[in-house]
């Protein structure tokens, strides 16, 4: 399902029909699809089948959509277990593109696509920058690094399928990629919300005022930020800032995207399968309630994903969005649990300290969170810049912002941490995902 020349005046945008299903058909759709790649991943792929038989479980065993929940989990050391091919269902002279996930430690995770996938990856990218509402006549300045990570080549085949001009500018290099917006009169930019940030600051020290560039839309994404966070970037650079979601094992970018009402994520059901569940018994949860994503790739040939475990916690929004879509919706993700950090006890999320210190207004959007521990104690500290006309005022300006962050830090977050406020670049800045937090604190 490609946008083609003879589309341009459709009232209702051909690409994003499926968004809009009635949902007696989207889950007929669903069911036929599931069966599909649950008899594909059993005849083709060891361990999944391994996994079934364990269980005394066959494919034909699934009636309903509910039947999913009898399924095995996959997880992340699956795929480092039997890296670099192992989870393949297809033989490699049908792979047509490889992609890899930068592990922080040891071998990275291996994802493979065959033709049909790149062309359901493109599909779903056509609906993502379409509910970003971006159309043929966008310039998109496409920031996602290129390479091994999915999001460069995925944002890529998606804007340039649905008839933008795609500008393959990567990440990096940030005086160019002002120079390109401002010369180029790019209205969409891709990247990480934290190297538009970076982009942001850097304009207006080079005198570049982005409010009147013709830039329009943001489609952000690969990390957590806050709505908060969204403020900020939309106050600052005068455009709409959009979340979009994926993880290379399940395709990359392109498995939820919020729509034009910007409240939360709208899942490409027909393609992924969503399911909440408890992270701790692995059951599935009522509809509403927090818990771990776990989705199921409906259409994916080189690698069906059945019931991967994501890490990361959302939930389903209840009500129809007012956008029409029929798509369910998940909440942003505001946190993986392995991200989840337990400081004295209490569990603490690294967007929750973003969300409490952006409600300070001199606090600047660039921070980080260290911990250390002492006497058995652990400590944390919130580096956060300030303008820097704070620290040539008198000290009891700097010590009032001080004051405000903490407290709001220590009510949002429920533990007192260490404020030090830093002049502007004194933090590092990403290019792509931003690393919000270190932890020095010695293992025991
Ligand atoms: O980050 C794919 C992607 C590229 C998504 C560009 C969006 C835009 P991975 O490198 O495999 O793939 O990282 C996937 O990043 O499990 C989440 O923890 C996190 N993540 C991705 N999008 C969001 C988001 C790409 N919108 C992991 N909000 C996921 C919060 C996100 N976290």
Redesign the pocket.
């Known amino acids: 399902m490609f946008s083609y020349w003879h589309d341009a005046d459709c009232p209702v945008h051909p690409a994003s029909a499926p968004d809009y299903m009635p949902l007696a058909q989207l889950r007929r759709v669903q069911l036929h699809r599931l069966k599909a790649v649950v008899t594909r991943a059993y005849e083709k792929v060891d361990l999944f089948r391994r996994r079934m038989d364990e269980r005394k479980l066959k494919p034909e065993h699934l009636k309903t959509l509910d039947d999913a929940a009898k399924l095995p989990f996959t997880v992340k050391t699956d795929l480092r277990d039997t890296y670099p091919f192992g989870l393949f269902a297809s033989p490699l002279s049908e792979v047509v593109r490889l992609h890899a996930?930068s592990g922080t430690t040891g071998k990275p995770i291996v994802v493979a696509y065959t033709r049909d996938d790149v062309r359901v990856w493109a599909e779903v990218m056509v609906r993502t920058f379409a509910a970003c509402g971006v159309r043929q006549g966008d310039v998109v300045q496409n920031a996602?690094g290129y390479g091994l990570?999915?999001?460069g080549l995925?944002?890529h085949y998606g804007a340039e399928a649905l008839g933008a001009t795609v500008i393959p500018v990567s990440g990096g290099n940030t005086d160019r990629q002002i120079m390109i917006m401002r010369d180029f009169s790019s209205t969409v930019f891709c990247a990480t919300p934290s190297y538009f940030l970076h982009i942001i600051e850097r304009a207006s020290e080079m005198g570049v005022d982005l409010r009147e560039l013709p830039l329009r839309v943001g489609v952000f994404?690969?990390?957590?930020?806050t709505q908060p966070m969204r403020e900020r970037i939309e106050r600052d650079s005068g455009i709409q800032a959009y979340?979009?979601?994926?993880?290379?094992?399940i395709i990359?970018?392109g498995v939820a995207s919020e729509c034009e009402v910007q409240a939360g994520l709208h899942v490409f059901e027909d393609h992924f399968y969503p399911e909440i569940i408890n992270p701790e018994t692995g059951e599935v949860i009522p509809e509403g309630e927090e818990g771990e994503l776990v989705l199921t790739t409906l259409s994916k040939q080189a690698i069906p994903m059945i019931r991967y475990r994501?890490?990361?916690i959302t939930r389903f929004v209840s009500e129809p969005c007012e956008c029409g879509r029929t798509l369910r919706r998940i909440r942003?993700?505001g946190a993986?649990s392995d991200d989840m950090l337990i400081v004295r006890g209490v569990n603490v999320f690294p967007s929750q300290v973003e969300a409490a210190l952006l409600s300070v207004e001199s606090a600047l959007p660039h921070y980080q969170i260290v911990l250390t521990r002492a006497h058995d104690l652990d400590q944390m500290q919130v580096q956060v810049e300030v303008p820097k006309e704070h620290f040539t005022d008198k000290v009891s300006s700097l010590e009032n912002v001080r004051k405000k962050i903490g407290h709001a830090v220590e009510s949002t977050v429920g533990i007192r941490a260490e404020i030090v406020l830093v002049e502007p670049h004194t933090l590092e800045r990403s290019q792509g995902k931003a690393k919000r937090v270190i932890d020095k604190r010695e293992l025991k």
Do not use: K, M, N, Q
């Not at 994404?221 to 930020?225: N, R, V, Y």
């Not at 979340?243 to 094992?249: A, F, K, N, Q, T």
């Open positions: 996930s996602y990570f999915t999001g995925g944002a994404g690969a990390e957590p930020w979340d979009i979601y994926g993880l290379s094992e990359g970018p994501t890490r990361d942003r993700v993986r």
